[in-house]
């Protein structure tokens, strides 16, 4: 007999036992909540969102935005919080560094209590200062530069971050990369933002080996022909090329590859599982390796629940599950933080301090999320978290069959 279908807003059993405890403890709170309080009962509770939902990156922004508005439809079918429906207030950056500017600079104004967003780096970076200076929460669901919350000491800090930064992305990449024996290492790093800060990561993970690239190259977006760099790359001796690339230029890279039939590995971050690298590149793209957080596989109750409740909202296959499922967790963990608040004050430093001491353990899409933050500890994310992936027939799937069997158990910050 088949296993049953969960329901599309129910996880497992256990999940959904935590998700009814936690409703009730928010009712609780509510009715010990000031006068204040009780008379916003009813009235909705703004979040921000940003996110490149037109535009070259649209590819991530779009399924981040959709894990967000998933988790906020669950939230608000069983109550929303402490009565209050959760409303969302969407800006579309477009990818753009200087209209992601201008659009938080509107949001700060409108009276959100947090934001959930960026998934360039670029564009974050130009941001930051925006929230960091009107002293209110910032959450990036994907967005992995590095520098991006280091800029502010953490103490004082407001820029969380749920993705895995580079930091983390770029030593577990070159760990894989050395035990499989591709010491000789070509970089080819976009000039973005996000190129920048992970070719600073990948030359540092590499010295961190007693390592060094044989062949660099830095291009800019909408670089349509890389072979005169591939021809160096190979001339230079290079055995794997490492790209980090924004957009769809990874997959230049490897249809230059194709072409000069220079048969070497392609390895990168979690972008090579984008589809402007996947179908750009198409047959090119097999066998590339990608580091990831998630992989759209049922491989247990949580992941199973979240893949058919996208299904059944949005009625197609996710382009970018690691997006989606870091914007869905993310909502989740501020609604959290929001239920430790007993005061009802939703002002940024008290949101901030909240987010900085989360008591109750989130089951999440991604990972058991256990004091993912701290006052010092603005990143959710730990090295142990993260699982090599390879794409396979137009897909990603586990790079290694021991990373599908320990992916059956969800795992916990380090």
Same mark, same amino acid.
């Given at each position: 007999?088949?296993?049953?279908? +969960?329901?599309?807003?129910?996880?497992?059993?256990?999940?959904?036992?935590?998700?009814?405890?936690?409703?009730?403890?928010?009712?609780?709170?509510?009715?010990?909540?000031?006068?204040?309080?009780?008379?916003?009962?009813?009235?909705?509770?703004?979040?921000?969102?940003?996110?490149?939902?037109?535009?070259?990156?649209?590819?991530?922004?779009?399924?981040?935005?959709?894990?967000?508005?998933? &988790?906020?439809?669950?939230?608000?079918? !069983?109550?929303?919080?402490?009565?209050?429906?959760?409303?969302?207030?969407?800006?579309?950056?477009?990818?753009?560094?200087?209209?992601?500017?201008?659009?938080?600079?509107?949001?700060?104004?409108?009276?959100? !209590?947090?934001?959930?967003?960026?998934?360039?780096? @670029?564009?974050?970076?130009?941001?930051?200062?925006?929230?960091?200076?009107?002293?209110?929460?910032?959450?990036?669901?994907?967005?992995?530069?590095?520098?991006?919350?280091?800029?502010?000491?953490?103490?004082?800090?407001?820029?969380?971050?749920?993705?895995?930064?580079?930091?983390?992305?770029? +030593?577990?990449?070159?760990?894989?990369?050395? $035990?499989?024996?591709?010491?000789?290492?070509?970089?080819?790093?976009?000039?973005?933002?996000?190129?920048?800060?992970?070719?600073?990561?990948?030359?540092?993970?590499?010295?961190?080996?007693?390592?060094?690239?044989?062949? !660099?190259?830095?291009?800019?977006?909408?670089?349509?022909?890389?072979?005169?760099?591939?021809?160096?790359?190979?001339?230079?001796?290079?055995?794997?090329?490492?790209?980090?690339?924004?957009?769809? /230029?990874?997959?230049?890279?490897?249809?230059?590859?194709?072409?000069?039939?220079?048969?070497?590995?392609?390895? @990168? &971050?979690?972008?090579?599982?984008?589809?402007?690298?996947?179908?750009?590149?198409?047959?090119?793209?097999?066998?590339?390796?990608?580091?990831?957080?998630?992989?759209?596989?049922?491989?247990? /109750?949580?992941?199973?629940?979240?893949?058919?409740?996208?299904?059944?909202?949005?009625?197609?296959?996710? &382009?970018?599950?690691?997006?989606?499922?870091?914007?869905?967790?993310?909502?989740?963990?501020?609604?959290?933080?929001?239920?430790?608040?007993?005061?009802?004050?939703?002002?940024?430093?008290?949101?901030?301090?909240?987010? /900085?001491?989360?008591?109750?353990?989130?089951?999440?899409?991604?990972?058991?999320?256990?004091?993912?933050?701290?006052?010092?500890?603005?990143?959710?994310?730990?090295?142990?978290?993260?699982?090599?992936? /390879?794409?396979?027939? @137009?897909?990603?799937?586990?790079?290694?069959?021991?990373?599908? $069997?320990?992916?059956?158990? !969800?795992?916990?910050?380090?």
């Amino acid at each position: 007999m088949p296993a049953a279908t +969960p329901h599309p807003i129910a996880p497992d059993l256990h999940h959904l036992a935590l998700r009814r405890r936690q409703w009730l403890w928010g009712a609780a709170a509510a009715l010990a909540a000031p006068a204040q309080a009780l008379a916003q009962i009813g009235t909705p509770l703004k979040i921000g969102v940003i996110a490149p939902v037109t535009g070259n990156s649209s590819d991530f922004g779009t399924p981040m935005l959709q894990g967000i508005q998933l &988790a906020v439809a669950e939230i608000n079918a !069983v109550g929303g919080y402490m009565g209050r429906p959760l409303q969302l207030v969407i800006k579309d950056d477009q990818g753009a560094p200087d209209v992601g500017l201008k659009l938080a600079q509107t949001l700060v104004t409108e009276d959100v !209590v947090a934001t959930l967003g960026f998934c360039n780096t @670029g564009v974050a970076q130009k941001a930051l200062e925006v929230f960091q200076g009107a002293k209110q929460p910032l959450i990036i669901p994907c967005a992995t530069g590095t520098p991006l919350t280091t800029r502010y000491p953490a103490p004082e800090s407001y820029i969380f971050r749920t993705s895995a930064s580079d930091g983390i992305q770029a +030593p577990f990449l070159v760990d894989d990369l050395v $035990k499989r024996g591709w010491t000789k290492v070509a970089i080819f790093a976009d000039s973005t933002g996000y190129g920048d800060a992970g070719l600073k990561d990948i030359e540092a993970a590499l010295a961190a080996k007693n390592l060094k690239a044989v062949y !660099v190259s830095r291009f800019a977006i909408g670089t349509k022909d890389l072979r005169d760099e591939l021809k160096a790359a190979r001339d230079a001796g290079a055995n794997v090329v490492v790209s980090y690339a924004v957009g769809p /230029e990874s997959a230049v890279i490897a249809n230059g590859r194709k072409a000069l039939n220079w048969k070497v590995p392609q390895a @990168g &971050a979690w972008t090579l599982s984008f589809p402007f690298f996947i179908d750009g590149a198409k047959d090119a793209a097999e066998g590339a390796l990608t580091v990831q957080t998630f992989i759209a596989e049922p491989s247990n /109750e949580r992941r199973r629940a979240f893949l058919s409740a996208y299904a059944t909202k949005y009625g197609k296959r996710l &382009a970018v599950p690691m997006a989606a499922a870091q914007g869905y967790d993310s909502t989740y963990l501020l609604l959290y933080a929001l239920f430790g608040i007993r005061d009802g004050n939703l002002s940024g430093p008290a949101v901030k301090a909240a987010l /900085e001491n989360i008591s109750r353990i989130y089951y999440g899409v991604i990972a058991t999320y256990q004091h993912p933050f701290g006052p010092n500890d603005k990143e959710a994310m730990s090295q142990n978290m993260l699982v090599m992936g /390879e794409v396979r027939n @137009g897909a990603v799937t586990f790079a290694y069959p021991e990373d599908a $069997k320990r992916n059956l158990m !969800v795992q916990r910050k380090k």
